[in-house]
């Protein structure tokens, strides 16, 4: 059963933007928390954002908070990644997760979609 749907992936140019979407199934939705991780070629997996279920308070990276933004429409299930002004190191596929978790730590999120590639030419 397909938990996470993520979608919005692509190729842009350096400077563009992006929006990723997530569409999760109604129970996770309703009682999960969210997050964003992505994995750059050759490196593993990092933390980009979460977005508190209950408070609807987004938490991110130190290094991406001025750029990316976290938001979710409570009528198609669906959590977003705005990304703003990419560069080339912002290359990775990006995955959505859901947990009753509420960290960094992809050990607190038990779901995960199967990722979007995000692809920025110089």
């Known amino acids: 059963q397909v938990q996470l749907v993520e979608s919005g992936g692509g190729l842009v140019q350096a400077g563009g933007s992006l929006r990723l979407s997530c569409v999760a199934s109604?129970?996770?939705?309703?009682?999960?928390?969210m997050a964003w991780f992505r994995q750059a070629p050759g490196k593993e997996r990092e933390f980009v954002g979460r977005l508190d279920r209950v408070s609807n308070i987004a938490f991110y990276a130190d290094s991406l908070k001025k750029r990316f933004i976290i938001s979710r429409n409570k009528a198609e299930n669906t959590v977003n990644l705005q990304l703003n002004d990419l560069q080339p190191e912002d290359t990775a596929v990006y995955y959505c997760?859901?947990?009753?978790?509420?960290?960094?730590?992809?050990?607190?999120?038990?779901?995960w979609g199967q990722g979007t590639q995000v692809t920025v030419s110089s």
């Open positions: 997760a859901a947990g009753f978790g509420r960290s960094a730590l992809q050990s607190d999120y038990a779901y």
């Open positions: 109604e129970d996770i939705f309703n009682n999960d928390n």
